[in-house]
């Protein structure tokens, strides 16, 4: 049964248009939102609204509930439309009355986003902890090639000598500046949007504050407008904040494939890390950092996604808010996916110290050369002039 199901039969069209693919999307919900509801049902017991077998056998089955998940032995059905309606009709099936009294004080708007911010919090953290374990090879590489010196390149050309050092820390640097933009994310996604029912607050009492205390959040987000009107516009932060991780691994994936082409050489992707051609023995394809290369741009998307739906909406909740789950799920995905494997790619690339050391040519010093006359008292521009005329 449906949670909003009254006597008229809904089309059959509609009901599997407006359900889409929210009933697989909500598999990795369940748990978090039985979390949600076993603090309300503990709330709805200290206002009053439940004796106290009734939220012990509620808690219990939630409980129960998080275990079938685990173990993959609770399915959400396409007729069940999503995982509230799945728990509420777990409960009612075995408690009864109990079960039908969960959702007193709440909306499946204030509680998807309960669950959904409980989830957002878990993906941030593994994010989190992924780009600090990415830093540590960075920095493990860096103690081993950190002194081979290399040509920089501006506009393609070589401009002036570099360091692998240099290289490697630019992006731990920036990795650092990507963990401050998920702490934003974190901080506005830790308010607790329960009790705020469908957007305009409820008709009876409850104790928001013992909610948000029971799920961990580190505040209450009071106005039950904005907490709708939050929906989208907290999930393009997000995705924001992953777009900048991409961002860095696009940018370590185009300097690895460019730079380990034989032309230049100064890394070498071992054979391990690289796929072949059907058609081409001799072939070591650099697929890996390709497609993490094109899975900036696919978060990117995810990122304009949200926002085009949640644009030109009026305040409070539409359906079309249903559509910013799936992209900010896959973007998690993604950006984990790719994190955990340039972890991996940066462990096993290799310095060519040779090759380095053979792209340092004679121009690539020109800088240094005037300042060598500027240094013995000659103006920088008649120094500049100077040593332009070699090349």
């Keep these: ?79 069940g439309e999503d995982c509230h309606t799945a728990i509420e009709n777990y409960l009612t099936k075995k408690y009864g009355d109990a079960g039908k009294k969960i959702h007193t004080a709440r909306s499946r708007n204030d509680q998807v986003l309960a669950a959904l911010r409980l989830y957002y919090k878990d993906e941030l953290k593994d994010c989190k902890e992924l780009v600090n374990e990415l830093n540590v090879s960075i920095k493990d590489k860096l103690k081993e090639y950190g002194a081979v010196k290399l040509p920089g390149y501006t506009h393609t050309r070589k401009a002036m000598p570099s360091l692998i050092k240099q290289w490697l820390d630019s992006f731990a640097k920036s990795m650092k500046d990507n963990l401050k933009i998920l702490d934003v994310s974190m901080k506005l996604i830790d308010q607790c949007p329960l009790g705020t029912g469908a957007g305009y607050g409820l008709p009876i009492k409850v104790d928001r504050e013992y909610t948000a205390k029971e799920l961990g959040f580190k505040k209450v987000q009071k106005n039950p407008i904005y907490v709708q009107n939050s929906r989208g516009k907290f999930e393009s932060t997000i995705l924001h904040g992953l777009s900048q991780i991409m961002l860095d691994l696009n940018k370590i994936s185009t300097d690895l494939i460019l730079f380990s082409m034989p032309e230049f050489g100064y890394f070498e992707l071992p054979k391990e890390i690289c796929t072949g051609s059907s058609i081409m023995p001799h072939k070591q394809n650099p697929d890996v950092l390709e497609l993490v290369r094109g899975s900036y741009h696919e978060i990117n998307s995810y990122e304009s996604r949200v926002k085009d739906i949640i644009g030109n909406l009026i305040s409070g909740y539409n359906r079309d808010l249903q559509l910013t789950k799936e992209p900010v799920m896959k973007g998690f995905d993604k950006t984990k996916q790719c994190l955990s494997i340039m972890n991996l790619v940066i462990q096993k690339i290799k310095v060519n110290k040779g090759k380095c050391k053979d792209g340092l040519t004679e121009e690539v010093f020109a800088t240094e050369k005037a300042y060598e006359l500027v240094k013995k008292g000659m103006p920088f521009r008649e120094a500049y002039k100077k040593v332009s005329e070699k090349y």
Excluded: P
Aim: some cysteine.
């Design 1 to 79: 049964m449906k949670l909003w199901e009254k006597k008229s039969k809904l089309n059959r069209q509609i009901e599997e248009f407006t359900v889409g693919n929210d009933y697989l999307l909500d598999q990795r919900l369940v748990k978090y939102d039985c979390k949600a509801s076993i603090a309300h049902a503990k709330m709805l017991h200290k206002i009053g609204i439940l004796k106290k077998e009734e939220a012990r056998k509620l808690v219990s089955g939630l409980e129960e509930i998080i275990g079938l998940d685990s173990r993959g032995k609770f399915r959400i059905k396409k007729e």
